[in-house]
């Protein structure tokens, strides 16, 4: 791709990566075959090759529009396009890219600012989150139906096992999860305890930054990603293993930390050995002695919903299935498996029209040969698909916890 960077953006870090990415795409188009935005509205500017010209536009130093940042903020930034390009481009962190320098020249509708900022407030903070949860749960019998959908029901958490192994590994508690879903974290200490590892929480961890990022807050994204780097850090020197990731979208973000925070003097080092240490609860368990975990219960038939954050920005498809498979469950076929669901973050909050319709697309392929539970990896994916079926949706590692 021709290309012609303005000299304002050019030298900068921005500017420099921008480059590097353009440098590699040839424009083909072969990555709107797999993007579920230009799948449902056909428009090209709804695609990847669409997406890159409009910020190649911005680099050049047209004026971005709202019209941009319209197309930008329907990308789900499922990285679908990742997998399937032959020349290797990193759209997400182009995207990421595009959309902070279209923010900072495109002044957004007031209701829409406000949205944002609540999310920014609420999301990335448990108390706060649980607050506003529990409140919703309390007036949840007088809400209309499409808003009841939304509130998950109360579910305890279960024992976390006391016994303490050689091996510790760190776990991320995050940030809606503890309340929608608290027996996630508590499930995967008690499947690594049956291999042998004990499964630290540390309290003042917190939000990975994800949502900051998706919102185009990436300082304020900086400062959660200083602050979990802070809370681990003594835990990493005493000799922890690893930090575990229950949630795939968190893990995504983790695992980049490195290049997040590259420039900073005070925390380059320490991000890149964070990177280094995390790894998806998936990855974890299937290193291990899978043997230990099967036993003569009649397994569960399922369906597998791989989010995308796992699939296609952590490179790990399929991994979910090789272990449930060797357990010995039952697994159903599932068409277009590589499609996204429109959980996205907070895109089922900003888009939920296309949002919904990708949920009752993924819907309709999982429950196809009838399963009697849908399994995913990311809170967001699971309460997303929750909304849109009466079929139980847990995480796998749950269903894992139940066998035992």
Known sequence: MQYKITESIKNTSQGKRAEEILSKCVHCGMCNATCPTYELLGNELDGPRGRIYQIKQVLEGEQATRTMQHHMDRCLTCLNCETTCPSGVEYGKLAEIGKELIEERVDRPFLQKVIRKALRQTLPFPSRFS?????????????????????????????????????????????????MSPNINSAAARVLDKLGISLQLVSQSGCCGAVSLHLQAEKEAKEFMRANIDAWWPYIVGGAEAIVVTASGCGIILKNYDEYLSDDPVYSDKASKISELVKDVSEIIYDENLSKLINEKQKTKLAVHCPCSLQHG??????????????????????????????AGTYSILQKTISDTLRNNRIKALEEEHPEIIVTANIGCLHHLQAGTDRPVKHWIEVLDDDL
């Open 131 to 179: 607050l506003l949860l529990n409140t919703g749960r309390f007036f949840r019998p007088l809400l209309p139906s499409f808003l009841k959908s939304k509130i998950p029901v109360l579910h305890k958490p279960g024992i976390w096992p006391l016994a303490k192994h050689d091996r510790t590994m760190l776990v991320l508690g995050g940030c809606v999860q503890p309340s």
């Open 314 to 343: 952590q490179k790990l498809p399929g991994l979910i299935e090789k272990i449930l498979t060797e357990i010995g469950y039952k697994l159903v076929p599932v068409k277009d498996s590589h499609l996204c669901c429109g959980s």
